[in-house]
């Protein structure tokens, strides 16, 4: 990091003990995992940046903005519109949370089969080590799954949070239902902010995250060539950058790095040689710091070359409308957009399972990784009809269900070792 800190943290509330100790696994993990790759592009020097100072001068970028009279508004889930934060002068951060805290103070509220990615935010706002958390000046949550919904009651007592309710269903009434939701939330971030939302506004802010996710499109057509012209962990880490970035920043260099790797597509420049398995990783989020699996998968030899994942496609394929002429209609878009996406817990689902063959296709996978969170019952509950679909495409399968620790890192290297090399004997 570029300067100290400390006052800011201190500022926050953080319990600078137990922060020290999530810098310091980060700073380690960080090496391992990302700096000792080979070949990487030049652009990802900005995403370094990004995250040596995660917890530095992006959150003294958050404070300088809360003092300026803007609001930091925190969310969990893709169906949250970032677009509405924007359009109230706000700033959207994510704060889904990949580290294992070891559940010392979730396990005294929550069952033990929660899943780690529930755990894992309740764990950050009990132990105070997340500057994002404590710099929302709301935290918006989301009725999707049973586990989170029930979560944010109990969170709702440690930090001021609104619930949005999202449907389970795309019918004519639950996309009416998301509409009205929608409503309300405008209503509650107007009155957080004391900034209306005018149809200028909001055309604004989905010209700004269109144009963002517009490019993350842009990386992920890039991933298609072969050899892959990026490491999967790397556009993995960059999707979770997105999150929590300036948008137009991260546009913006995010552009140049897709600029260099169109160029070693063209020049048949890539990270790995040209026979490596290249697999599509398919299921659940994999939030900032959780890298495990693509370290494992790619450590052995095999390429990610797509996500479908909340942290990956399933959050940037659609775009929205912008072609409203009020405020309602844009809203309307907004509704169209967010209940497009394809997340297990609305049923039926198929949208999802078409997804993921159609990107197996376009990216050449030669097989895909599903990816369950240990205790996740929608993507646990998806994987037949998944695994069913695939096996109709030819298209070789590994389930893996695992949780954020370390514990069974071993087994799952073997079981990845085993499949990468199935799939090289296939390609022979
Ligand atoms: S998996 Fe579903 S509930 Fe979880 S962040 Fe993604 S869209 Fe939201
Ligand atoms: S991983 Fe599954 S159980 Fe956990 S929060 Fe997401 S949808 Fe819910």
Redesign the pocket.
């Known amino acids: 990091m570029s300067a100290d800190y400390t006052t800011m943290w201190q500022e926050l509330g953080l319990d600078l003990e137990a922060h020290d100790g999530l810098l310091t696994v980060l700073g380690a993990a960080y090496e391992d995992v990302y700096l000792s790759q080979h070949d990487r592009p030049a652009g990802m020097s900005y995403f370094d940046f990004c995250v040596s100072e995660i917890h530095g001068l992006r959150v003294r970028e958050l404070m300088d903005a809360k003092a300026a009279g803007r609001k930091v508004v925190g969310s969990?889930?893709?169906?949250v519109p970032e677009e509405l934060i924007l359009a109230v002068n706000g700033i959207s951060v994510g704060l889904?949370s990949g580290a294992d805290m070891g559940s010392a103070h979730s396990g005294r509220l929550l069952p033990k089969n929660t899943c780690a990615m529930i755990r894992s935010f309740v764990d950050f706002k009990l132990t105070k080590v997340c500057p994002y958390m404590e710099a929302s000046d709301l935290v918006i949550g989301?009725t999707?799954?049973d586990g989170?919904k029930k979560a944010y009651e109990l969170f709702g007592q440690l930090h001021s949070t609104f619930v949005l309710e999202v449907p389970h269903t795309k019918s004519p009434a639950a996309r009416a239902l998301f509409r009205s939701e929608l409503d309300r939330l405008v209503e509650r971030l107007e009155a957080l902010s004391e900034v209306t939302v005018t149809t200028e506004g909001l055309r604004a802010a989905i010209g700004t995250v269109n144009a963002k996710r517009a490019a993350l499109q842009r990386l992920a057509r890039l991933r298609a060539a072969n050899p892959a012209p990026i490491s999967g962990r790397d556009a993995l880490l960059i999707n979770q950058i997105q999150f929590y970035d300036d948008p137009v920043r991260f546009t913006g260099s995010l552009h140049t790095l897709c600029d260099e790797l169109d160029d070693r597509a063209k020049r048949g420049a890539g990270v790995t040689p040209p026979e490596a398995p290249r697999v599509l990783v398919s299921g659940?989020?994999m939030s900032a710091p959780n890298w495990k699996v693509p370290f494992l998968l790619e450590k052995n030899g095999g390429v990610i070359v797509g996500e479908e994942s909340?942290v990956g496609e399933?959050g940037t394929r659609n775009l929205v409308r912008d072609t409203g002429d009020s405020r309602a209609e844009l809203l309307d878009a907004l509704a169209d957009r967010y209940l497009g996406?394809d997340?297990?817990?609305f049923t039926p689902n198929e949208e999802r399972i078409d997804h993921v063959i159609e990107m197996a296709r376009d990216l050449r996978a030669d097989g895909v990784l599903h990816y369950v969170i240990q205790f996740c019952t929608p993507y646990s509950m998806e994987t037949h009809r998944v695994e069913e679909a695939l096996r109709a495409e030819g298209l070789p399968l590994l389930k893996l269900e695992t949780d954020y620790s370390m514990e069974d890192a071993g087994a799952l290297e073997t079981r990845i070792q085993a499949f990468l090399e199935m799939l090289a004997a296939r390609g022979a």
């Open positions: 969990f889930c893709l169906y889904c989301e999707t799954c989170k659940c989020p909340c399933r996406i997340c297990a817990v």
